[in-house]
C-alpha cells in the first residue's frame, strides 16, 4: 500500500552526481544536522519557501553555516526535473571535521535525491485514516523544538510501536500527556467555536503544511489557536486531521476506540492545497 522510500531515482552530494557518501559526517556521527522532504508536482517543487525558511531558521539556531538559496534551489529543481521524481530530499549536515563535539571550521554537506512518489492508499485522503496513540513520550527539548532536524529516534522507536498497515499514523505526547504530533505529521482538532493545533516550543516538528494551513484557515475566517492540547480533548473534537508535506491533509476517521467523521475543516484544507499546487500559486508552488 505504502510504497518505501528505498532507491533514490538520482543523488547528489554538494551538487555532484554521487552514489555514496563521504566519511566522517557529523549528521552520521552525531545526527549534526538537518532535513527537508519535498513534494513534486509535475516537476514543482510544492511548498518551496516555507522548507527553505524552516531549513533557514535551523541553520539559525544550530549555527550551521546556511548553503546560498540560489544553490538550494538549483539543486531541488535539478532533483525535481529527474523524470518519475515525486518526493525530492535535501539533507543538510555540519559536515566532517571537528573534534569530537567541538564542530569548529566545518563546511556543510548538501545531500540532495530525488525519488518515486510514495504510493498511499487514496481513500486515506478522502475517508480518512485509521490512527493510534504511541506509548512513546516525547522528550522536551525548546532549543531543538519545531526544528526538521536530523535526530529522529523517537520517531524511529513511536513507528515500531505498531506493524497493522491498516494504521497510517500514531500520535505521538510528551511526557505531560499534552499531544504534540503524528510520527511524521501535525495535528489539527476542530470544536465548535476553534480549531487547534499544539503548541511546539517545547519539542515537535514545525511542519511546512501546518504553517500555510494556520496562514490559510485564520484568512478563511476560522478561530485557529496554537496551544498545549490535552489528550484526552481529542475526544471532544467535531473533526481530526494530520497535515505533512507529501500527503497534504489526512482526515482522521478512527483514533483508538473512537470514530470520527471526514470533516469540512479538513476538506477546505485539501481543497486550498489542490487549488494552489494546481495554479503553481507563488510560494507555494515553484517550478
Ligand atoms: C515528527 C514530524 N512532525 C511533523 C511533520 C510534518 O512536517 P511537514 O509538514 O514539514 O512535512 C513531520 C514530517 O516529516 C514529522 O516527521
Redesign the pocket.
Known amino acids: 500500500m505504502v510504497r518505501p522510500m528505498t532507491d533514490a531515482l538520482a543523488t547528489w552530494v554538494d551538487g555532484q552526481a554521487a552514489n555514496s557518501l563521504p566519511l566522517p559526517d557529523r549528521g552520521l556521527e552525531f545526527g549534526d544536522g538537518l532535513y527537508e522532504?519535498l513534494a513534486v508536482r509535475e516537476g514543482g517543487l510544492r511548498l518551496l519557501d516555507r522548507?527553505l525558511a524552516?531549513l533557514q531558521e535551523g541553520c539559525r539556531r544550530l549555527a550551521i553555516d546556511a548553503p546560498a538559496r540560489a544553490t538550494l534551489v538549483a539543486e531541488l529543481r535539478r532533483a525535481a526535473a529527474i523524470p518519475g521524481a515525486g518526493l525530492v530530499k535535501l539533507v543538510l549536515t555540519r559536515g566532517a571535521g571537528g573534534t569530537g563535539y567541538v564542530a569548529d571550521a566545518v563546511t556543510p554537506r548538501r545531500i540532495v535525491q530525488a525519488f518515486l512518489p510514495r504510493i498511499r492508499a487514496p481513500e486515506w485522503a478522502t475517508q480518512g485514516v485509521a490512527v493510534r496513540r504511541c506509548r512513546l513520550r516525547l522528550a522536551e527539548q525548546p532549543a531543538l523544538a519545531g526544528l526538521?532536524h536530523l535526530n529522529?529516534l523517537e520517531?524511529v522507536l513511536a513507528r515500531r510501536e505498531w506493524a497493522d498497515p491498516a494504521i497510517a499514523e500514531g500520535l505521538t505526547s510528551d511526557v505531560h500527556g499534552y499531544v504534540v504530533?503524528?510520527?511524521?505529521?501535525?495535528v489539527f482538532a476542530v470544536y465548535a467555536d476553534s480549531i487547534v493545533t499544539p503548541e511546539l516550543a517545547r519539542c515537535?516538528?514545525a511542519?511546512?503544511?501546518?504553517a500555510q494551513a494556520l496562514d490559510w484557515l485564520a484568512e478563511a475566517g476560522h478561530r485557529v489557536v496554537v496551544r498545549d492540547l490535552r489528550d484526552a480533548e481529542l475526544d471532544a473534537a467535531r473533526e481530526i486531521f494530520l497535515?505533512?508535506?507529501?500527503i497534504g491533509a489526512w482526515p482522521v476517521r478512527a483514533l483508538d476506540g473512537r470514530t470520527y467523521e471526514p470533516g469540512p475543516v479538513c476538506r477546505e484544507l485539501q481543497q486550498r492545497l489542490a487549488r494552489a499546487w494546481e495554479s503553481a500559486e507563488a510560494g507555494v508552488c515553484a517550478s
Open positions: 522532504t522548507h524552516r526538521k529522529r520517531q504530533c503524528g510520527t511524521m505529521t501535525n515537535g516538528v511542519g511546512v503544511v501546518r497535515t505533512n508535506a507529501v
